[in-house]
Nanobody, 123 residues
């Protein structure tokens, strides 16, 4: 089974942008939702954005209006465009896929996880 692989993390100043990508080949047919999650040091993993069957998108309140999730079916990639980044966005970002997701931003609904990519936003 090919793992989920994230890329695109890095360091940026507050107000800047980053674009994360996740290679999701082999997961589209077995998942009703794919999402991005993040975990800051000392904090629990939290849902950031999800893309579900039919094209519906869900965002956490903390990123709504700044982040955009999409799905590139031709290249089997799940991008997350992050604009107007803030220091509180600093975290390890994970891509995930779920077979039977009920709550798209709930960590426990997801079955498959990538290794993560680090995002650091400096003030």
């Amino acid at each position: 089974q090919v793992p989920l692989v994230e890329s695109g993390g890095g360091s940026v100043q507050a107000g800047g942008s980053l674009r994360l990508s996740c290679a999701v080949s082999g997961y589209s047919y077995r998942s009703n939702c794919m999402g991005w999650f993040r975990q800051a040091p000392g904090k629990e993993r939290e849902g950031v954005a999800a893309f579900c069957t039919g094209g519906s998108t869900i965002y956490s309140d903390s990123v709504k209006g700044r982040f955009t999730i999409s799905k590139d079916n031709a290249n089997q990639i799940l991008p997350l465009q992050m604009n107007s980044l803030k220091p509180e966005d600093t975290a390890m970002y994970y891509c995930a896929a779920g077979r039977a997701v009920i709550q798209p931003l709930r960590v426990s609904d997801y079955n498959y996880w990538g290794q993560g990519t680090q995002v650091t936003v400096s003030s």
